[in-house]
T-cell receptor
Framework: DQQVKQNSPSLSVQEGRISILNCDYT??????FLWYKKYPAEGPTFLIS?????DKNEDGRFTVFLNKSAKHLSLHIVPSQPGDSAVYFC??????????FGKGTRLHILP | DAMVIQNPRYQVTQFGKPVTLSCSQT?????MYWYQQKSSQAPKLLFH???????NEADTPDNFQSRRPNTSFCFLDIRSPGLGDAAMYLC?????????????FGPGTRLTVL
């Protein structure tokens, strides 16, 4: 029973264009959402997060949007760079409870 | 550089033969986590330590145990590995056991069970 769903296993985007990674969740109690990025042979690293009281959080080229009514969040990367090629995990939590991860989306930035 | 280190990076064991994976950290974080990630699946939390307090997830099989002898080290013991336990095992740390505390991950240990 996947509470956090990343329905696109992979995504290819031209360098310089916008990358949009999507995530859906089923638990309406989730109040904190995170994105982690993972390069091959490395552990995931924290990228950006958003609290449920917000609908947008921006950090440089990375913006996360939260649509609570649709139980959907997305990560926008603008402009996409070759170093953005990685696996991106969406994650969510309720209060101080554990983080639930999605399966990840592999992003390929094409030259 | 402060980091989370996992040894070994690759571990091969035989069906039923006990195996121990290790994790160490130089971040001096209070919390250490063990995740299991099977191929193309989401990382799944097995258990975590807050300091010396052990917190097991309800669905973690009894076959999996953990030890944290001190702040820096944490071990994952698999008492009788089965073929279904083949996975990447990720260790992570955080300053506090709060979801908005960033977790720092090690590179993982890939376990193969023959």
């Amino acid at each position: 029973d996947q509470q956090v769903k990343q329905n696109s296993p992979s995504l290819s985007v031209q360098e310089g264009r916008i990358s949009i990674l999507n995530c859906d969740y089923t638990n309406s109690m989730f109040d904190y959402f995170l994105w982690y990025k993972k390069y091959p042979a490395e552990g995931p690293t924290f990228l950006i997060s958003i609290s449920s009281i917000k609908d947008k959080n921006e950090d440089g080229r990375f913006t996360v949007f939260l649509n609570k009514s649709a139980k959907h969040l997305s990560l926008h990367i603008v402009p996409s760079q070759p170093g953005d090629s990685a696996v991106y995990f969406c994650a969510a939590s309720v209060g101080d409870d554990k983080i639930i991860f999605g399966k990840g989306t592999r992003l390929h930035i094409l030259p | 550089d402060a980091m989370v280190i996992q040894n070994p990076r690759y571990q091969v064991t035989q069906f039923g033969k006990p195996v121990t994976l290790s994790c160490s950290q130089t971040l001096n974080h209070n919390v250490m986590y063990w995740y299991q990630q099977k191929s193309s699946q989401a990382p799944k939390l097995l258990f975590h330590y807050y300091d010396k307090d052990f917190n097991n997830e309800a669905d973690t099989p009894d076959n999996f145990q953990s030890r944290r002898p001190n702040t820096s080290f944490c071990f994952l013991d698999i008492r009788s590995p089965g073929l279904g336990d083949a996975a990447m095992y990720l260790c992570a740390t955080s300053r506090e056991a709060l979801s908005y505390n960033e977790q720092f991950f090690g590179p993982g240990t890939r376990l193969t069970v023959l």
